[in-house]
């Protein structure tokens, strides 16, 4: 019986990742759920699922929650709840969080020894060589996005000195193929309606930027060891190929399947072996057509973005992130422009000097200073405007 806590429970990766579980409960059992501030459907989870141990971020939905469940279960609270959960043992920790904050509960899981299934990518991102210093084993830390679980997949069929290029594919989200000026005027509601995935607002907007793929580059590069040049981006609207490696004798390994999650959440659970149950399968006698396009980084210019703060390495990730998260926060209130993320963006990397080797102290501080910069820029623009 594999032990797994789930953090980020009440999201849609921690959702489906439960999901996944209770098709195979002679296999899997959950001993740990964690959540920001939704005590309503973390009680329910928690219920159904028999677990002793939960956290919560929010301490007003902690106390609801210790309301709701009484006695029976330990409910941790506060912003270091998730981290202390984390910590805990367990066979798998799936870290499902959104944003930064997932970052210290990573850390706390591989310190543990427990092998983390890491579906919150900003835990890359900002901490980097942190995160892969703490790796104690080769299968400790496995990728649950589709595109990294992609790789990783494609890379088993060669050896790494066979490697020629990584590919990964981006659906080009709601707005392939405009214009950037066609892009100037674009709301929420346009920004929301993603072609293909289903996710939380944070992420499908960064779906729209493509800013998911300029955090994704950075993570297969740290991922994988492959440097910056021979990693790709290539748009592929239909979302079948998730991803693919070019090997030096010109062959390409691809991996395809339907665009659902529960594929590479149920193949991280129990990497590298595969069960013998498909969530979901491609029909193979239905006629189909698989296109793949160049990117338009003058229309997108957030993944040549993210590219340059990878190549600079140190805290300049971990700054393209918080300002990034920043900007999407202003889009979603109705405060910036959808172009004015980017440029956000841009102007906080512009002014950020960046530390090589950071420690943790430093790249927590480095995220506040750019989440503050991006803020009184996102102010000032729009006091410009109004004036």
């Not at 956000?344 to 506040?368: F, S």
């Amino acid at each position: 019986m594999t032990t797994v806590t789930v953090l980020g429970s009440t999201g849609s990766v921690g959702t489906q990742t439960l999901a996944v579980a209770a098709e195979h409960p002679d296999r899997f059992t959950i001993t740990g759920l964690a959540a920001g501030s939704n005590a309503e459907l973390l009680c329910a989870q928690a219920r159904r699922l028999g677990v002793r141990r939960v956290a919560l971020a929010d301490r007003e939905a902690a106390r609801r929650a210790r309301d709701v469940l009484g006695g029976d279960v330990e409910v941790l609270d506060g912003p270091e709840a998730a981290t202390e959960l984390a910590a805990e043992t367990a066979d798998v920790v799936l870290n499902g969080m959104v944003g930064s904050r997932g970052l210290q509960p990573t850390l706390a899981a591989l310190a543990a020894g427990n092998r983390v299934a890491l579906a919150n990518k900003e835990s890359l991102i900002l901490g980097g060589r942190l995160v892969l210093d703490a790796v104690r084993r080769p299968d400790q830390l496995v990728p649950v996005d589709s595109e990294h679980s992609a790789l990783a997949q494609c890379l088993r069929a060669g050896a790494e000195r066979e490697v020629a290029r990584l590919v990964i594919t981006a659906s080009g989200g709601p707005f392939r193929g405009r214009s950037r000026e066609e892009l100037r005027d674009v709301t929420v509601a346009d920004a929301l309606e993603h072609p293909t995935w289903s996710m939380g607002a944070v992420i499908t907007i960064n779906s729209a930027t493509l800013a998911n793929k300029g955090l994704e580059v950075v993570e297969a590069q740290l991922l994988f060891g492959i440097d910056y040049d021979r990693i790709t981006v290539v748009v592929h609207p239909e979302s079948i190929v998730h991803g693919m490696v070019e090997f030096h004798d010109g062959a390409t390994v691809a991996k395809l399947s339907p665009p659902d999650m529960r594929l590479p959440i149920q193949l991280a659970l129990t990497w590298p072996e595969r069960l013998a149950y498909a969530p979901a399968r491609l029909d193979w006698g239905q006629a189909r057509a698989l296109q793949f396009e160049p990117l338009d980084a003058e229309t997108f210019p957030m993944v040549a973005l993210a590219v340059a703060a990878g190549r600079r390495g140190g805290t300049h990730p971990g700054a393209y992130n918080a300002a990034n998260e920043e900007a999407v926060t202003a889009f979603l209130a109705g405060r910036l422009g959808f172009l004015g993320i980017p440029a956000t963006v841009e102007a906080v990397l512009a002014e950020h000097d960046g530390t090589e080797a950071p420690d943790l102290a430093t790249v927590l501080e480095t995220e506040t200073w750019a989440r503050a910069r991006a803020a009184e820029l996102i102010r000032d623009a729009r006091a410009t405007a109004c004036s």
